[in-house]
């Protein structure tokens, strides 16, 4: 195996771990309230906390590792996640269970976001753009495989092993780490560990208007997955009236898409100009987004003809985020670890919100999820336009 597809797949895999851990324990979310006495919306909560988690320390995993190396800050998350797991699956009540996801989600995110800029280091333009999708191809496998697997572990073993799951590959992927991973930021071009240097450089990514809309795009790009993946118990077996080893319904065409998406991006890469992909991709998921409304507001929602347009709009979506990546990343070459953080924590605060506030008002109504699904493509368009009309002003003042 050549040296540039052994990092692709470690890449994948530390970025698949925190949502195969979102995804393997939703179909056990039943027995984890029968078993605590814990309503469904106590049990989302063990989601929502997660994510809140993954959110904020997504706000300092790139700015340690810009001071300390990507290296050593993903092997150390490795370990907190792995404590992490082995609390969840020994958890003694529903209070433990809660402290316990916080720290996974906590460490969860580290390998994404120091990842991503562990690429921005090594490769640039349409070699960085190719091997993010080809990251992301790999990556899409976690969604489609971890209910399933999810969900016959409940079934066979209890909701405790598919945290003891989590404990065995969060150990492979340790050791395969420190034997593979490469160090890519030397020593001489570290940010110095400073307050003062911290928050400034903070401050000078928040006061760009062009990057904060841009990861704005980013997330809201990903909300309409993110709303199907928080509502998945509810769109499965309370929608469709499928049994919980049926999750597959939802995540194979939202993970097809996203493979097929990814490959499209990696073959045009250096073809086709960055913009053009994206425009053409938020274009695939607009469409999306459109024929899911039409669809609740005329039929009644059955498979499987109520996944078509998920498969559709994860398409688009996989298209776009590749290139949205690199061109985010590339505003900030200096301190590509802090910009990572920032559209990594904007991008799961999103993903909480939806989980914990809007999921729970619209997993009940096929049409209410569609008619959520079409209002984040349309404010990834709108906040991803205004960012590159922001762009286009500076240019003639800067030059």
């Known amino acids: 195996m050549t040296p540039l597809r052994t990092l692709t ?31 469904q919306a106590m049990v989302q ?39 992490g797991s082995v609390g969840s699956a020994l958890a003694p009540s529903f ?35 190719r091997l993010f999708a080809n990251i992301t191809m790999v990556f899409s496998l976690a ?45 001489e071009a570290r940010q110095p560990f400073k307050l003062g240097s911290i928050l400034r450089n903070y401050l000078k990514a928040l006061r760009s208007l062009q990057f904060v809309l841009a990861i704005l795009g980013v997330g809201f790009a990903f909300a309409g997955f993110s709303l199907y993946i928080s509502s998945a118990a ?8 499928l049994p919980e ?19 499209i991006n990696s073959r045009l890469a250096g073809r086709v100009r960055a913009d053009v992909m994206i425009r053409v991709g938020m274009l695939i998921m607009a469409t999306g987004g459109v024929i899911n409304v039409l669809y609740n507001l005329i039929w009644q929602a059955e498979v499987p003809w109520a996944v ?3 498969f559709v709009y994860a398409l688009g979506m996989s298209i776009v985020l590749p290139s949205m990546t690199v061109m985010v990343l590339g505003i900030f070459p200096q301190m590509r670890g802090l910009a990572s953080s920032l559209q990594s924590s904007v991008q799961m605060t999103i993903f909480a919100s939806v989980s914990g506030l809007v999921a729970p008002l619209l997993f009940d109504s096929p049409l209410l999820l569609a008619l959520g699904m079409a ?25």
């Open 245 to 263: 080893t049926a999750f597959g319904w939802l995540f194979i065409p939202f993970i097809t898409g996203m493979v097929g998406g990814a490959m």
């Open 9 to 39: 797949i470690i890449l994948a895999c530390l970025a698949m771990l925190g949502p195969f851990a979102t995804d393997a324990y939703l179909p056990s979310f039943l027995s984890i309230g029968d078993e605590f006495g814990a309503s």
């Open 95 to 129: 209070g433990w269970l809660l402290f316990f996801r916080t720290m996974q989600g906590c460490s969860a995110g580290a390998g994404r976001v120091v990842g991503q800029a562990l690429v921005r280091d090594r490769f640039h333009g349409a070699d960085a753009q």
């Open 143 to 187: 969604p489609a495989i971890a209910p399933v697997i999810g969900g016959y572990l409940n079934n066979y073993a209890g909701w405790r092993s598919t945290f003891g799951l989590l404990v065995i590959l969060t150990m492979v992927l340790l050791w395969v780490c420190v034997r593979k991973l490469p160090e890519s930021l030397p020593p």
């Open 45 to 83: 909560q063990t989601l929502s906390l997660y994510l809140t988690g993954f959110a904020v320390m997504s706000l300092f995993w790139g700015t340690l590792s810009d001071s300390f190396g990507r290296r050593p800050v993903i092997i150390a998350s490795l370990v907190l996640f792995g404590i």
């Open 308 to 310: 078509i347009p998920i």
């Open 375 to 399: 209002t984040s493509s349309a404010l990834c368009i709108g906040f991803w336009t205004a960012s590159q009309a922001v762009a286009l002003r500076r240019k003639p003042s800067e030059a």
């Open 234 to 241: 509810s769109f499965i077996m309370g929608i469709l009236k």
